[in-house]
């Protein structure tokens, strides 16, 4: 089912993700897919977090010595760790006929749909805590006012057209929901009853929007229609994230960010709260170094303004004392 | 096959569109498969243009009297048709397996795909002919530089990721291909051997990137390489739009915007010549309006800007005439 190259046994292989939330182990839609899929292969791994940067397209990643598989490179970490023959899940089934069309599916509408729930559809709160929750308020806030727009510019929503779209959005999700629930049927997985990348991006999809979306949601409450769907996710997370976090002892540990000290196994449930202040600490340095050059940047254009005001009143003096001197002559 | 609402065949079907080009009857890629899915439900309409507004997206739009479908509202014109119970083709496919997920595959990953050559990938040379071609060279310029950064939004492309970008739309593109080119087979059509909505989606797509990319086309020499999606493609543009206009009579006329008088039958690939200078008109009209608009509120900054500075030359002035006054006492 899985191909591991056998050397690379010796160096541990390292996911670094975005921070747990919500009972997840990861709550960002673009790393918890790849948790996933790591699982479903039975892959040791160790994972790891990153909060500093919320906006890069480097996270999640994949790294173990000098290997190193990045996010925005060749089409995702799944596609090189295929490629570079570390774990292949997909050999048997990419001539599928429905496989490409259902992974375009899902990378497509439902993709663009939990974006739009995400940052949109429900005011961004799930979104904020995901991404943000670490960063102190102004900072956070800015970013992720500036992330919401950029998914309204992908998305092509304007004043205009923004209830047509967000209609648009949720039709084609319920359909594809439709599709996969007939496609999934009974099954415990997708395509032939054996776990595929397929099922890691969807499982993943599934997961965060059953869990970080409030019920509030649309998106949610039509995942919610489809009951096999919400059996099929449950029952895997029960198998891939919660007990295997317990039967796999020590090789399945959460720590944080690799600057920090190692501290032991813990569980997915419990937020390491110590970590988050030393984290915090380094990203408020950054940021208060950008926001100190910023106010220094804002005060000498007022000096600059000021001083170019300035010019011109003792230019007037000037005149004044030049006719004084010659009023008296 | 089809269903037309017998009572709304009194009144004609107008089908407003862009231009016809590259021996295409419109060869707008939105336009196009709506006209190829009239076509296929052998739905007798009248084919009108409208080039003056190029970045709208109200077209292409169905008119009959006072019945109105644009094509952004209600999931598009295709759709609208089907509900209203004017014109359906897939009834009996909507339940296929994989129905929705190669429709959602052809309406993202292949419509992506390109749009991203057209406006990107080329140079944007055909797109310019498309729909730039009919306004004066400055103001079509601008608007197509504007959409150009409006489709780089959209596709989510930064400079940094320029080129990863392009590398992954180009292989999902090749992909979809060979899963549709499996699916097609030697078929005449994608589903059951009988027309659907989703051959007219595909079959816009593929006449587009075969007769307006140039050949240098990353995109075009992909899909040249399924010979039988370019046999399906030349085998149906043949049946339905060069045999259909002579076929079929005075019905399908090709006439300019509604506000000039018809001019009679006339052949798809004959361009009409003096109805381009009319639009150009009104077209000139507009835009040298807006242009005045734009250079007013220019000068009138600039005499606000002068005034103000005036405003300290005068003050310097005044107080040279009191000092003398003063003197003089």
Known sequence: MEQVVGEREAEEFTVVARKPYFGL?????????????????????????????????????VESGTYVAYNNENSGVVECLKKDGIVDLDS?????????????????????????????????????????SDLSWPIGKVLFLKQVYSVKQRLGITKDNAE????????????????????????????????????????GHVL????????????????LEHDNIVRYAEKLKTELIESGSSSSGPQFRSVPSSSTPRKGPSNWSSKPKSKPKREKTEEEKTFKRRAKYFLAAQLLAVLLFLSVMGSYDSGDLELDDEDEGISFN
């Open 92 to 132: 048997e089934f990419q001539s599928a006929p429905d496989w490409v069309s259902i992974q375009a599916m899902i990378n497509s509408w439902l993709a663009d749909a939990l974006t739009y729930e995400l940052w949109v559809g429900t005011d961004g709160r799930s979104a904020y805590k995901i991404y943000y």
């Open 25 to 61: 182990p990861t709550a960002c839609p673009i790393c918890l897919p790849l948790f996933i899929y790591l699982k479903l292969a039975h892959f040791p791994f160790r994972l790891s977090f990153n909060s500093i940067f919320p906006d890069s397209d480097q996270i999640p990643y």
């Open 164 to 203: 047509h779209r967000e209609d648009e959005i949720y039709r084609r999700a319920k359909i594809a929901y439709g599709a996969l629930s007939t496609k999934l049927g009974e099954q415990n997985f997708l395509f032939d009853d054996r776990p595929s990348s397929l099922d890691a991006t969807f499982l």
């Open 208 to 223: 965060v929007t059953l869990h970080a979306l409030p019920d509030t949601s649309v998106l949610r409450s039509k995942l």
